[in-house]
């Protein structure tokens, strides 16, 4: 039987949009495809709240990341870590030899406005790089605070990894002053991975041209001058481009950008509840995520068990912890395209076979 995946990327992927990758091939350097990098376009803006350019990677989500600190930084960044891809980006950085710091915080708590405050006020950064949603943990950081405070610094660029908030949580790219903010598709998109999505602002593309080139393939300024003739650099995967169409066809035309944020939170709340009658959740309260519930295991079971039973008798499949949180934690991922029915169903297979 087919596996359903309720695991934080990759996640379900519907059969229509499985049936836009079989499309016929065409070619990258044609009008056909002007208009389908438009239409993309087109409605990331809208999905965003912005009017910046958004540009396509062909990579997954850490590529974009890259991007960000390879091209947004000349002095110093400020990496803000409160999970896992919070301290992915900063050894990007590291490795990328991007002058930097990280300001990590205990895993379970969300980083609060005043303490990038008080690491801004040393002067000695021009950028900072967030991570919206930690999927490692499931904790949502409050975005719109911690952007107000960045706005204050006027020379300090924004970067915002929202791999798996964006198309299943509000993100206001503009009115927040988000100079990059950047997901995949394999998390609430819920489409094949392959291709990320960031939008830029022009602040990050004068401060690439006067950074000295780190990267040829994540080179945002060469990126931007293909953008004004809709079209990318190097050849991009235009399967997943026919699927991203679609699918903000449908996030946008069909089932409405608020619904689908009002879906999520819904999901959320079902397994919150549960998670709180049977386990715990694991970080604090106040920052639970609307895309993803990290159950504490209270209850010290098998997390590796458990997932083999859902996936012998049930065929389905949650995610166990991340990292250094693997038996510790189990997650729940209720993004993209899942229903409530869906999420009902997977909480009592798990009773099921917990015997709770
Ligand atoms: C999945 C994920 C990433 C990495 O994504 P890839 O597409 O595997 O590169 C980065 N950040 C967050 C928050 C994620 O959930």
């Known amino acids: 039987m087919q596996e359903r995946l309720f695991t934080p990327g990759p996640t ?29 376009q087109y409605y990331l803006k809208k999905l965003l709240f912005t009017e910046n350019p958004v540009l396509l990677f062909t990579s ?50 969300a980083i609060r406005p005043e303490q990038v405050d008080e690491a ?55 009115e927040w002053g988000i100079d990059m903010c950047l997901a995949g598709l394999q998390k609430a998109f819920a489409l094949p991975a392959g291709l990320a999505v960031a939008s ?15 990267s040829y393939y994540f080179n945002l300024p060469l990126m931007y001058k293909y953008h004004l003739q809709s079209q990318t650099p190097a050849t991009p995967p ?3 481009m026919f699927a991203l169409r679609k699918q903000l066809e449908e996030i946008v035309e069909v089932e409405g950008i608020e619904n689908r944020f009002r879906r999520h939170q819904e999901m959320a709340a079902v397994v919150q509840e549960w998670a709180l009658k049977y386990f715990d959740i694991y970080p604090e309260k106040g920052y639970w995520s ?54 009902r169903g997977l909480l009592a297979a798990i009773e099921d076979i917990l015997g709770l």
């Not at 004068?206 to 080139?213: F, I, K, L, Q, S």
Request: charged share 25%; glycine share 6%; net charge negative.
């Open 238 to 240: 235009i399967p997943l």
């Open 120 to 174: 801004l006020a040393t002067g000695k950064y021009d950028a900072v790089t967030l991570v919206f949603n930690d999927t490692s943990t499931g904790i949502l950081n409050p975005l719109p605070e911690i952007a107000e405070v960045v706005r204050k610094y006027d020379d300090v660029l924004f970067f915002v990894d929202a791999v798996s908030a964006m198309g299943g949580v509000e993100i206001r790219v503009d």
């Open 290 to 343: 609307p895309t993803i519930t990290c159950v504490s295991n209270t209850r010290n079971i098998s997390v590796a068990d458990l997932n083999r039973e859902l996936v012998n008798k049930y065929a389905c499949r949650i995610a166990s912890g991340y990292g250094k949180l693997k038996e510790q934690t189990f997650r729940i991922a209720h993004m993209g395209d899942l229903n409530l029915i869906d999420i």
């Open 12 to 40: 379900e992927v519907k059969a229509e949009l499985l049936n836009e990758l079989s499309r016929p091939q065409i070619h990258h350097r044609t009008e056909e495809f002007v208009q389908l990098y438009d239409s993309i």
């Open 60 to 109: 997954s989500s850490t590529g974009a990341m890259e991007a960000a600190v390879t091209n947004g930084v000349k002095k110093r960044c400020l990496n803000l870590v409160n999970g896992a891809f919070g301290d992915r980006w900063h050894e990007i950085a590291v490795m990328n030899g991007v002058p930097c710091d990280k300001l990590e915080i205990e895993w379970d708590k």
């Open 200 to 214: 830029v602002s022009e602040r990050l593309l004068a401060r690439a041209r006067e950074v000295e080139p780190r």
